[in-house]
């Protein structure tokens, strides 16, 4: 081997890129001087592309293998320098790598709510919405020429506002393009995802991105409407506005009486149990509704009314109900007197029966105590 040989064989060199981060997009090789020696081996490892730029212009673009750099395999770089017969080391000449593989969980979502038209709402829906996607580098020399320029270390947080601003931008148009309503977005987040997902490949595919996978985690609506829609939805779940109310007042009715009973000692706690009464038979009507008569079918007459039912206090205990037989046995007992608490369904509070006109005219219509023998 010549002295010349020899000399040469010092000039070969190794690029490569060995990259442990996960965020890295690319990456500037450093050298001193940015000199490439003649025959200098080059490495591009899979999910890596190698960029030659020669004086700010983008040259020759190298996949994945291992190259022994000569004019034959730089020939865009041999024509920028002028190289006709090969060429004398060293040279100058940026290496880029530009990392092709998937960037993964990369988040996105609404500054600030966003209004949407529903179906079901004329006036409008306020939404925010938040998910998930995944890009990657498909074409080296645009993302450089389009997105990273000069810098020699590029990573995700660099890119991501900007295309979180792209994603929600068509976030809108694309819920409403595929007209369904805020009750109806939670069961197709695929849908939507994979829509938002075309509407935005192709704006990504001008920086040389490939956007792979978008997905929507959550779309919220403001609490107002929140309380709006469970309330809707309780009322679908009974089937039957009428019945939903007449529940609704059952419900009040037993809270009331609870209060009532707490409030109000011996004879607020009878009280309490007789509104829980009327809750129960109010209940009762609200689930078991008569049904109207069959068109053609014969209508008889109404039903017979009944007798009223009245509660007594006594001795600080409920007892009842009686009808009129019972509270005139009661009179006649001496358990029931003019100064006993009343109560039946329909009255707002427990009353003195001499103050109850149903109750008060029996205390003349029931004969006296048998007197004792003697």
């Known amino acids: 081997m010549g002295i010349w040989d020899k000399i ?13 981060s996960n965020d890295t997009m690319l990456y500037r090789f450093e050298r001193h001087g940015n000199e490439i020696k003649n025959n200098a081996k080059l490495t591009v490892r899979e999910g890596q592309q190698a960029v030659f730029v020669n004086e700010g212009q983008i040259a020759d673009v190298f996949e994945p293998g291992m190259y022994t750099l000569s004019t034959e395999n730089l020939p865009i770089l041999a024509t920028l320098k002028g190289w006709k017969y090969g060429f004398s080391s060293p040279f100058k000449a940026e290496v880029y790598f530009v990392s092709t593989r998937r960037f993964r969980d990369l988040k996105w979502g609404t500054k600030n709510p966003i209004m949407i038209r529903d179906p079901e709402v004329p006036s409008g829906v306020e939404v925010r919405a938040f998910g998930t996607y995944t890009i990657r580098i498909n074409d080296g020399a645009t993302f450089i020429r389009e997105i990273a320029g000069t810098d020699g270390h590029f ?29 109806d977005m939670a069961a197709n ?21 490939d956007l792979l996978e978008l997905l929507v985690e959550n779309i919220s609506l403001p609490e107002e409407l929140r309380k709006i829609m469970r309330e809707r939805m309780n009322m679908d779940r009974v089937g039957d506005l009428n019945r939903y109310q007449q529940f609704k007042t059952a419900q009040a009715i037993e809270d009331m009486a609870q209060n009532e009973g707490m409030a109000g000692g011996m004879a607020g706690g009878g009280m309490g149990m007789g509104m829980g009464y009327a809750m129960a038979s109010q209940m009762n009507n609200a689930l078991n509704p008569q049904q109207a008569p069959q068109q053609g079918a014969p209508v008889g007459p109404p039903p017979i009314p009944q007798a009223a039912q009245f ?15 019972g509270l005139q046995q009661k009179i ?4 029931l007197t003019a100064e006993t608490l009343v109560w039946k369904q329909g009255m707002a509070n427990w009353q003195k029966a001499s103050e109850v006109g149903e ?3 029996l205390f003349g219509a029931a004969p006296p105590p048998i007197p004792p023998a003697g």
């Open 332 to 335: 006649q007992s001496g358990e």
């Open 359 to 361: 109750v008060a005219g």
């Open 311 to 325: 509660f007594l206090a006594v001795n600080g205990q409920q007892q009842g109900p009686f009808d009129t037989a």
């Open 155 to 183: 990573t995700t947080d660099e890119l991501v506002q900007d295309l979180r601003n792209k994603i929600v931008a068509r976030f809108a148009d694309a819920i409403g393009e595929s007209g369904l309503s805020v009750l």
């Open 189 to 209: 987040y695929d849908e939507l995802g994979e829509q938002l997902r075309e509407r935005i490949d192709v704006k990504f595919d001008a920086y040389g991105v």
């Open 8 to 20: 040469r064989g010092e000039f070969i060199d190794i690029i490569e890129w060995t990259d442990d």
